[in-house]
């Protein structure tokens, strides 16, 4: 992701996700350059004809089990509509999962709704328990 997203319609697909009002730019960019330097997280888009059509992130947990590993956990992942079904969403999951294993992440996870699981499937990811949310 780039500080230029923000006017390829970043916001405008995250809208796509749940409701998610455009911050002003200059807290976008002062956020995304913590995001670069911090190196625990990683966002990512999906761009079309110069356009934000995608966009993903890779939250990196320092766990204290498995020698102190790694777990990457996916995030608002998101595609726009028009292009739904094309491969933009299978392409950025592979994105994200290729980064958690370069990252040295032991096994990269995700929530999703039920009626995405199929989609999930087909990245490879594998259903595991169940999704548990307390909401403040």
């Given amino acids: 992701m780039e500080s230029e997203d923000y006017d390829r319609g970043l916001f ?7 409701t998610s009002p455009k911050v002003e730019r200059q807290v976008f960019e002062k956020l995304l350059e913590e995001v670069k330097s911090d190196g625990y997280y990683h966002w990512m888009v999906v761009e079309v004809d110069g356009l934000v059509v995608g966009c993903g992130s890779l939250v990196v947990e320092r766990k204290l089990i498995h020698s102190c ?6 995030e608002d992942v998101v595609v726009d509509e028009s292009v739904r079904g094309k491969g ?23 929530d999703c709704q039920d009626d995405r699981v ?19």
């Fill in 12 to 18: 405008e697909v995250l809208q796509q996700l749940t």
């Fill in 69 to 74: 590993g790694l777990v990457g956990h996916v």
């Fill in 88 to 110: 933009a969403g299978k392409a950025l999951i592979k994105k994200l999962s290729e980064k958690a294993k370069e990252v040295g992440c032991y096994k990269a996870i995700l």
């Fill in 118 to 136: 199929p989609f999930y499937e087909k990245c490879d990811y594998n259903r595991r328990g169940a999704q548990m949310a307390l909401y403040f």
